[in-house]
């Protein structure tokens, strides 16, 4: 449990959690598509007044939205229709319909988006290190994985392992990949290059050597990983199925299953402290809130 301090600490994220900005997002879609209006810019310059959607007051909508214009700019589609970038079914896996689709497409980029800086302000009070440790002796777990892009492996001062049997496994794979006749985690803590790209490898009661063992904290904080930046509090709008993708006159379309779920993960002392909370923030933005171990 955190201490009264934390949680006071803490109170610029709740309040976030309490006035989520998916449903002003949602309402300033419609107001665009149902107005006159060529563009975003131009419903946020008539949007002067405070608006109240799905039990909150928004005092200065214009202001909150803007930061999330790129995420809303699908919108526009439906006003200048394009060519489709991506195939969308629903959850009887049946192509989703035009508004549908978009909508989850926008709710997954304006969650990402305002979940990590709501992460930024909860994460920080907690003074946690577990997304930078390997598994301790308790728990079941062989090693962590922390997915990189392979620009971000040079901040690591690791061993890096990138040859073609890396790259035609998985971490995860059966059996498991073997190097120096022992599994790979085994080694200690190192980089992969594997079949869907670069990860570090975090085996028991290891730690990131950017994680500072007397301060507890990032050594690269400010140039730190994008998967550091993602909260604990995932937007699971949609979920990637490669096998469902669909050829698009001479194009291939990825397509994604909708979900309509947020998923936290109840390591965190944070999601533990503060679940009910991040329950509420789902259903404001019509959602169903998922709590999942990711250590056990």
Same mark, same amino acid.
């Given at each position: ?11 610029p ?16 879609? *419609?107001?665009? *598509?149902t107005?006159?209006?060529? =563009?975003?810019?131009d419903?946020?310059?008539?949007l002067?007044?405070?608006?109240? =959607? ?21 919108? $526009? ?9 991506? @195939?969308?079914?629903? $959850?009887? *896996?049946?192509?989703? $319909? ?12 304006? *969650? ?5 800086e ?14 930078c440790?390997?598994?301790?002796g ?15 492996t ?10 073609e ?7 995860d794979? $059966?059996? =498991? ?8 985690y085994?080694?200690p ?11 570090m ?16 904290g990032c ?31 001479g194009?291939?379309l990825?397509? @994604? ?13 944070y ?18 809130p ?7």
């Amino acid at each position: 449990m955190l201490t009264t301090r934390q949680i006071s600490l803490c109170r610029p994220g709740l309040a976030r959690l309490a006035n989520p900005v998916l449903p002003l997002a949602r309402l300033a879609g *419609l107001l665009y *598509l149902t107005g006159p209006f060529p =563009t975003l810019e131009d419903l946020l310059a008539e949007l002067h007044e405070p608006v109240e =959607t799905a039990g909150i007051s928004y005092e200065q909508p214009a202001a909150l939205l803007r930061p999330y214009l790129d995420a809303m700019r699908p919108f $526009e589609r439906l006003k200048n229709p394009r060519q489709p970038s991506r @195939f969308i079914v629903d $959850e009887n *896996l049946q192509q989703a $319909e035009q508004f549908t689709a978009l909508d989850s497409w926008i709710s997954q980029n304006v *969650l990402t988006r305002e979940l990590e800086e709501i992460n930024s302000l909860l994460c920080g009070p907690c003074g946690c290190t577990l997304c930078c440790t390997g598994p301790s002796g308790q728990q079941e777990q062989e090693f962590f994985e922390i997915p990189l892009a392979e620009s971000e492996t040079g901040f690591f001062a690791l061993p890096a392992f990138d040859d073609e049997i890396t790259r035609a496994a998985s971490p995860d794979d $059966e059996p =498991t990949l073997m190097r120096n006749g022992a599994p790979f985690y085994a080694s200690p803590a190192a980089l992969y290059r594997w079949r869907q790209g670069w990860s570090m490898i975090l085996p028991r009661d290891s730690r990131c050597p950017n994680l500072d063992p007397d301060s507890g904290g990032c050594r690269i904080y400010p140039d730190r990983p994008d998967v550091c930046r993602r909260p604990q509090i995932f937007p699971y709008m949609l979920e990637r199925e490669p096998a469902m993708d669909m050829e698009y006159e001479g194009r291939t379309l990825p397509a @994604f299953v909708i979900q309509a779920k947020i998923l936290a993960i109840w390591d965190c002392p944070y999601v533990r402290q503060f679940q009910d909370e991040i329950a509420a923030y789902a259903e404001l933005c019509g959602l169903e809130p998922i709590f999942k171990q990711n250590k056990s």
